[in-house]
């Protein structure tokens, strides 16, 4: 397919793996743009949140939307104004999954690093510190209450 295209019909996209690190101290907004679902947060397969955590991301994004635009006060809104308010509600939005997002994609990046290694030692480790970071209920994660719309 490649070969019998015509090449300046091509878009070639970096992709990248984001870090827990990352979506802990990254930027997730820029005006009123945001990220969400997996441009934000590429889980992996083995705790099975990935469809969970982005339908999490549609319904704050949603309810912050919702809280700071009613359809009563945008036809009053200038375009500024509406602006302005949909900054804030986009910023509320990334305060609240910042930490959430950060945690899954933590568990994910211990896991994936354990089954990635041959190394006893840094299994041991991974392993600890997941341990450390589950608590008692190891699957916590998956009980998460993301509220109502």
Known sequence: MITNCETDTLTLTRIRYRA?????FGKMQKGTTTLAGDSLHV?????????????????????????????HQIAAC??????RKA???I?????ERRVRIMSL??????????????SWVKRMV????LVLMSGKNSHGHAHFDCGHL
């Open 20 to 24: 827990p690190w990352h979506i802990l």
């Open 91 to 95: 910023n509320k939005y990334v305060r």
């Open 43 to 71: 889980m992996d397969p083995s705790i099975g949140q990935g469809g969970s955590a982005a339908i999490e991301d549609a319904v704050v994004l949603a309810r912050c939307l919702g809280r700071e635009l009613q359809p």
């Open 105 to 118: 994609s933590m568990r994910a990046f211990l896991i994936g690093s354990m089954s990635a290694t041959s």
């Open 78 to 83: 200038g375009c500024r104004e509406l602006k």
């Open 87 to 89: 900054e804030a509600a």
């Open 126 to 129: 991974f392993g600890v510190l």
